[in-house]
């Protein structure tokens, strides 16, 4: 479980009294100029014991995961800090696999208003929209930086995957999914002319599409669904069919891969939703061909867990790492500093004039060093020419001195 980055530090000077500072957030460890806060840590107890509740966990076992979830809660919270940051360093995107499951989500919570779809999400996850789609977008990140940097490097043969195909065959009984995209044209608060024009438009978007024209590129400049038209209307993940209205799922599961529907006319939310089949599975025994990924992954996690840890400490080694005194990071690596240096002191604005004048005097026009900052080095003497006296100082309150001029050729 990925953390959820929620970083807001303050503090509250008093212009009466510099030293009184009051903290509102407290900061555990820093992560290369980013950090992670008590805030973090206990909203992540939280989510774990919110998660065991909806498992039905014995509280005994409840208590067991939670103790060893907080244990090792601040390295996972830096472990997510350093793959995000590395994915970022890799120029790794995952902006459209994260529209692709926003989309699902809307599509199976059946709201299609974007409003109504945002207090769906506040009341499932307790945060906006905006930080569920950057709490995924991050989740994406580290899944992607690992599959790059670790899994890839991991080589399974193909004789291995079959026989590990033929050992766990239940394994890979299908139910039956269809994979979608989708155009919604809205009629909500729409007068019945506006609603007549839209089944105008539904019926000849079908037709441009069953004639050849390109589904995601019909999306993208009519689906009134903002989320999956930037995705080319495709849901991503597959859907089941009790995840479906029944009217679009008797009509999805009856045809195959490539199927346009028929616009398909909804009353709540109103208006008028055109569908593809972009890929259909029956339910039973599916090929190895189709599950040779899965197995894959199967087959590499028991493998890719200790090399992600050899991974992850060495992002640690290259990382600028503090983590404040009493906080444990079960993953650090032996001999690192990690030490905790807090940030010096706020100095009041106010000085005296004394402290003003001293300062003017170090420095003249901001070019020249003066006084206790340095003496003034004369150029190379030139045979002739009246050498300046370099034992001389001004008075304390005496203006600065100029420069000597250069001497003059004869």
């Not at 499951?101 to 999400?121: A, L, T, Y």
């Not at 669904?225 to 995705?231: A, G, H, L």
């Not at 003497?381 to 100082?393: K, L």
């Amino acid at each position: 479980m990925l953390c959820r980055f929620v970083v807001l530090i303050a503090a509250t000077l008093s212009f009466a009294a510099a030293a009184d500072i009051k903290v509102v957030e407290q900061i555990v460890a820093k992560v290369n100029g980013e950090i992670v806060t008590m805030s973090d840590l206990d909203q992540l107890r939280v989510e774990t014991e919110n998660e065991l509740k909806e498992k039905g966990a014995p509280p005994a076992q409840a208590a067991q995961i939670l103790e060893r979830t907080m244990q090792d809660a601040l390295r996972d919270k830096i472990d997510a800090l350093l793959l995000v940051q590395r994915g970022k360093d890799l120029n790794i995107s995952v902006d459209a696999d994260a529209l692709k499951e926003i989309g699902r989500m809307q599509v199976q919570s059946r709201i299609s208003d974007p409003d109504k779809f945002s207090s769906w999400i506040h009341d499932q996850f307790g945060v906006s929209l905006e930080e569920y789609k950057q709490k995924l977008k991050d989740s994406l990140m580290a899944q992607r930086v690992v599959a790059e940097e670790v899994a890839q490097r991991i080589f399974i043969s193909e004789d291995d995957m079959k026989k590990y195909y033929e050992d766990h065959k239940d394994k890979f009984v299908r139910e039956e999914q269809v994979f979608l995209s989708q155009i919604l044209l809205s009629t909500e608060g729409r007068s019945d002319e506006q609603v007549a024009s839209a089944e105008v438009k539904a019926k000849d978007l079908v037709r441009r599409a069953r004639a050849g024209e390109k589904f995601a590129d019909l999306a993208a400049a009519n689906s009134d669904d903002s989320e999956t038209s930037k995705n080319g209307g495709y849901l991503g993940t597959p859907q089941k069919r009790e995840d479906l209205r029944p009217e679009l799922a008797d009509v999805v599961f009856t045809h195959q891969r490539g199927y346009v529907t028929d616009p398909i006319k909804l009353t709540s939310p109103s208006g008028f939703l055109i569908v593809r089949v972009e890929e259909r599975y029956e339910a039973g025994q599916a090929t190895f061909e189709e599950v040779k990924e899965d197995i894959q992954s199967a087959m590499a996690q028991p493998r890719m867990e200790p090399k992600v840890r050899v991974f992850l400490a060495k992002l640690r080694r290259e990382a600028f790492l503090e983590i404040r005194e009493g906080y444990v990071d079960t993953g650090a690596v032996p001999g690192q500093d990690t030490t905790w240096h807090d940030v010096a002191e706020i100095k009041p604005q106010t000085t005296t004039k004394e402290e003003v004048a001293a300062r003017q005097r170090k420095k003249f026009l901001g070019l020249i060093p003066y006084g206790p900052a340095g003496t003034y080095t004369p150029p190379p003497a030139t045979p002739g020419a009246a050498q300046p006296d370099q034992t001389a100082q001004p008075a304390p309150d005496s203006p600065p001195a100029q420069p000597p001029a250069p001497p003059v050729k004869q």
